[in-house]
């Protein structure tokens, strides 16, 4: 644990949750981690692309599952559950999000708005589950929501475009 709760570089190499929950550093970004840790979303979307549809999704999903205990432990060992430094979470749901976005750059460009948007203002019930479900389950819960939101408005977008 850090008596400071500011995770540093040594925190994040200590132990490989802390690695893989802070982004592989990331989350250590003095402004805005959670928008900069989102961004390794397109290279796990990238790499997860590579497999059949199944296993993307067999392989995305147990990644979310083990991102609760990676961001509990983490959490834990900071000092605060939902530290803003932990963007596993992010990471995670934002690769959920491309899955459902054309390839194309207007939008990928466009899943990204939606999910920061949907991250950051949490709309019911979003908000009701980031400050009452705590833990690891809490911190993955309330991204996993900000996703579904996410695709929704880009499938949305997508129908309403091509009528």
Known sequence: MTTSNKPTLRFLLSHPAHLLALGFGTGLSPKAPGTVGTLLGFPLF????FLSPLWF????????IVGIWICDKTGRDLGVSDHGGIVWDEIVAFAM??????PTISEFIAAFLLFRLFDIWKPF????????????????????????????????????VRM
Do not use: Q
Request: net charge negative; proline share 2%.
């Open 57 to 64: 999704w067999i392989a995305l999903v147990s990644l979310a």
């Open 46 to 49: 990238w790499l997860l692309s």
């Open 125 to 160: 019930p979003i908000r009701y589950f980031d400050k009452n479900v705590k833990g690891g389950f809490g911190v993955m819960l309330d991204d996993l929501l900000a996703a579904v939101f996410a695709i929704v408005v880009l499938e949305l977008g997508t129908w309403l």
């Open 97 to 102: 999000v491309l899955a459902f976005a054309m």
